[in-house]
Each structure stands twice: as C-alpha cells, then as structure tokens.
C-alpha cells in the first residue's frame, strides 16, 4: 500500500506539469546557489559550462533534461533526479532558455 | 570663545588617537550575492565597514599582506580588489580574466598570484599597484588552455597550481619575475580538482576527481616526481552525486595524520602522513566540503555538500571520533577559526547569518548578521604557508 501510495504520487507529480509557485522559487535559488557553484553566480561557467540561453541554443531540450536529471559521466556534473523531478528539470531548462541573466 | 576651541582641539586630538586601528584581529565577511566585503573584528565580534561592488563573489577567496593591512579578493568574474583595511575602502581594483577561481600571495609578500578558467592560465601581480608581472598561460595537448586549481604559496618563492582539464601540476619559481622557472608535472591524474600544502611547506597534494586517490609532490625533492596516493581507495565502492566540489584549503594536518575528504562518499579520509596510506575513514553525514582544523589541530571541523549542508561535524582527533553535529543553519558554506582557535566564525548562507562557536564548549556565542555570506577569512592568514 504504501508502495502504490507513493507511485500514486510520482504519478501525480510527474502529470502535474508546471512546478508550483513555491517549488519555482526553491528550484530558482537551487540554480543560483548550487549550480551556481559550478556554472557561475551569473551562468556563464567556471568549472562547469556556460548555461546563458546562447550556449544552450540548438541542444534538444530532451538531451539537456536528462544531462540535469542523470548527469554527465566523465564529468563533475552530477544527477539531480534525487532531487527534483523531470517537470522541475524541464521548468528549470525553460527558465534557462528564455531569462536574460544579470 | 577660547575654551571652545580647546576643546575642540581637545576633541579633535582624541579623535585621531581613538583612530589608529590594529589588524591583527580582524577579517573579511564574503556577502555572495551583492559581492560586499564586510571587515570584521574577531575580539568584539563587530561589523566594522561594508565595502560594496567587488563584483561576481559567488567562489571568493582572500588573502592577507604580511603586515595585514591589505585583503586582496578574488572575485569569480577575474575581479582581483586590493582592500584597506585601516581606511575601509578600496585601494585598487583590476578585471584580470573572465572567469577565475582562487589566488595567493607570494612567501615575500611581494606577489599576488591569480588562478584563472578563462583564458587559462595564472597571472601575477605586483601586491603594490597590481601591475601584472608574469602572465602565465596553461597550455597543454594541442593548443588547448587548461583551468587552473589549487594554486598556493609555496616557500622559495614559488607558486604550485594543478591543471583541472589536461591532469597536471605545475611549479612556478619566481624568484626572478621577468623569467620564471615553470616545472610541469603531466598524467598526474584525471581532474584534480583543488590542491593544498601542508602548513610547512613541504607537500602538495592535488585531488583527483576523474579517478580514485590523490597526487603527491614532495616539494623538498621535485625531481623525484609526482606520486599517486591511495590509488585503490573507493575504487570498488558506488560512488555518491557529488552536488559540490570538495575543497582541500586548510587541510587538517594533525600529528601523523591528515585528513582529507572523500569524493563521492560521505566519509572523512584520516591518511597516516609517514607513509601515505590510508589509516582509517569516519563516516559523516553528507559529502564533505571543507575539512579544516582549529589552529592547535585537537579538532577537526567538517561542512558538507547540498543537501546536507545544514551540517557542521566536529571530529576530536584525540580518537578520530566525532564528537558533534551542529546545524547553525541554513547553507553552511565556510569557516574560519580565530588565530588561535577559541573560537571559529561560520557562514550560514540561507540564514543571512554569521554563527559564532566556543571551539571547546560547541556552544554558539553569538550571531551577527551578513547578506548571503560565503567566505570567512581572518587576517592571520597572513602569516601561514598556503592561505
């Protein structure tokens, strides 16, 4: 029971699209600390890539969602699926993509 | 009408006396995301100055002039801010690079060293008027330029740096700034990702985070060459997301250990430092960051990787047990112990606070706050081998 309770939920979030208000705001400040980290405070790389939208350009965003999700072997990029779910990587690829950042 | 103005004079005379201000006791509060420096007092636990718009701060680091008067700060966006202390105000500030990493200054205090991503490479400035004195390009392979990591002080005058993408460690003498001595050390290993030397000079180690063990070099006998240690450690075990990477400043040196952490696995590293082996491991609650020691090295404090980093462990060397876990608060990113180590100043990011502990009670002091701090740096550093 508490297996199918917990499926039922995976379910329910993985249909549920768009995170909520208060996840984009979590998931905003994960960006910006922790991958901030790697990819710079302002997104333009340091020991990980850049990921201002110009450098994303022309990357499916299938390709890049399962680089958040499973990470990049041979790389110090490491899988966030413990963390987050495929509509917060696919939030977060989309805010990637269209924000200008400072 | 005279009383007034000897008074006055009076007032005045006090003034400038009340003015002059050591600096011994004092130290940088990085404030990541409005890339603000504030100057601390250690003895009073007070906010003496904000010094604002150093730029992209968000992997900061400081180092002190031997008479500690200046903070130099490297900023992640190449800024390099030569800071007054005694005048709370900005001295000089340079963009030297894109994108950098860390720096240090040199054993005669003379040079400041800057690690950069890109263009790859160190440069080196005069820590007078920060004219650049050595630009120093990290080539490697076909044309390519390496990142550069784990760039100290080392003594003789020299800078050791390993090269995050071509697997190398450089050794750089500059005893003569117009032709310096680069020393390469190639194939040390995939991706070392920091470096340190121990508090005496005499070893520099890299850590490795394409592959299992650490590089070793011997900084009394470069030619005998790099050497890997603990090559097999964790080679069969699944290795853990790693979500930050470890850093190896202020690595604990205690006795005959050294402690170091693991990568990929939530677990402190205790190497015997006679003969490079691996002595025991201490389980930890998350991916440890920084592994430092308190000054006398009776201690040893540990912060962690996202999501645990809400953690500070304390290990008492005495027996390599731990003997608590804090959480200060949200976001745990740095520390610094005062210069002898009564007490240490944490960085609790999320919490916009700075969490001050009795080193050997554990019990928290007080807390000043600090917008989103990330670095903690005192001026004793000034006068430590590879800080």
Same mark, same amino acid.
């Given at each position: 029971?508490?297996? =199918?309770?917990? /499926? &039922?939920?995976?379910?329910?979030? @993985? !249909?549920? $699209?768009?995170?909520?208000?208060?996840?984009?705001? #979590? =998931?905003?400040? /994960? &960006?910006?600390?922790?991958?901030? @980290? !790697?990819? $710079?405070?302002?997104?333009?790389?340091?020991?990980? #890539?850049?990921?201002?939208?110009?450098?994303?350009?022309?990357?499916?965003?299938?390709?890049?969602?399962?680089?958040?999700?499973?990470?990049?072997?041979?790389?110090?990029?490491?899988?966030?699926?413990?963390?987050?779910?495929?509509?917060?990587?696919?939030?977060?690829?989309?805010f990637l993509r269209t924000t200008s950042h400072k | 009408?005279?009383?007034?103005?000897?008074?006055?004079?009076?007032?005045?005379?006090?003034?400038?006396?009340?003015?002059?201000?050591?600096?011994g006791d004092l130290g940088i509060v990085i404030e990541r995301e409005d890339g603000n420096a504030l100057i601390i007092n250690t003895t009073d636990h007070k906010r003496l100055a904000k010094i604002e718009k150093l730029g992209d701060l968000s992997h900061a680091s400081v180092v002190f002039s031997r008479d500690q008067r200046y903070a130099y700060i490297f900023g992640r966006d190449g800024g390099l801010t030569k800071i007054d202390l005694l005048k709370d105000a900005i001295d000089k500030r340079i963009i030297q690079a894109g994108n950098s990493i860390g720096g240090a200054i040199s054993q005669d205090g003379k040079l400041i060293a800057v690690s950069n991503y890109t263009p790859g490479g160190i440069k080196v400035f005069s820590s007078d008027n920060l004219e650049l004195v050595a630009d120093i390009p990290s080539d490697y392979g076909?044309?390519?330029?390496?990142?550069?990591?784990?760039?100290?002080?080392?003594?003789?005058?020299?800078?050791?740096?390993?090269?995050?993408?071509?697997?190398?460690?450089?050794?750089?003498?500059?005893?003569?700034?117009?032709?310096?001595?680069?020393?390469?050390?190639?194939?040390?290993?995939?991706?070392?990702?920091?470096?340190?030397?121990?508090?005496?000079?005499?070893?520099?180690?890299?850590?490795?985070?394409?592959?299992?063990?650490?590089?070793?070099?011997?900084?009394?006998?470069?030619?005998?060459?790099?050497?890997?240690?603990?090559?097999?450690?964790?080679?069969?075990?699944?290795?853990?997301?790693?979500?930050?990477?470890?850093?190896?400043?202020?690595?604990?040196?205690?006795?005959?250990?050294?402690?170091?952490p693991a990568v990929g696995q939530h677990k402190v590293m205790v190497i015997n430092k006679n003969t490079w082996d691996l002595h025991d491991t201490i389980a930890v609650v998350g991916q440890p960051v920084f592994v430092m020691a308190r000054p006398d090295a009776r201690q040893v404090w540990v912060n962690f990787a996202f999501p645990d980093n809400n953690h500070l462990q304390i290990i008492d060397v005495k027996d390599l047990s731990l003997r608590k876990t804090l959480t200060p608060g949200k976001a745990v990113l740095h520390m610094d112990f005062t210069p002898r180590g009564e007490q240490v100043w944490v960085a609790a990011r999320d919490d916009n606070q700075v969490v001050i502990y009795d080193t050997e009670s554990l019990q928290e002091i007080t807390r000043l706050p600090a917008k989103q701090p990330n670095g903690i740096f005192f001026s004793s550093r000034a006068h430590k081998i590879g800080l």
């Open positions: 029971m508490k297996k =199918l309770s917990l /499926l &039922l939920w995976v379910t329910t979030t @993985a !249909c549920a $699209g768009e995170p909520s208000l208060e996840r984009q705001t #979590t =998931l905003r400040n /994960l &960006l910006n600390h922790d991958c901030g @980290a !790697c990819h $710079g405070l302002t997104l333009k790389g340091g020991l990980g #890539t850049s990921l201002l939208p110009e450098a994303l350009e022309g990357k499916p965003d299938e390709f890049l969602i399962s680089t958040i999700l499973e990470g990049r072997k041979g790389t110090a990029m490491p899988p966030w699926q413990p963390l987050m779910t495929h509509d917060d990587a696919a939030w977060l690829l989309s | 009408m005279n009383k007034t103005l000897a008074f006055l004079a009076l007032f005045l005379s006090f003034n400038t006396l009340a003015d002059p201000r050591a600096t076909d044309g390519q330029r390496s990142k550069v990591v784990g760039l100290v002080d080392a003594p003789g005058q020299r800078f050791v740096f390993s090269l995050f993408d071509a697997g190398e460690i450089w050794v750089v003498d500059l005893k003569n700034t117009k032709t310096p001595i680069v020393k390469k050390f190639p194939n040390i290993g995939k991706q070392p990702y920091d470096g340190l030397i121990t508090p005496d000079g005499h070893f520099y180690i890299a850590g490795l985070f394409g592959e299992p063990g650490l590089a070793l070099l011997n900084l009394w006998n470069i030619d005998s060459g790099v050497k890997r240690i603990l090559p097999d450690y964790g080679k069969d075990d699944e290795k853990l997301p790693v979500y930050k990477m470890p850093h190896l400043e202020g690595w604990a040196v205690a006795g005959d250990y050294i402690f170091a």
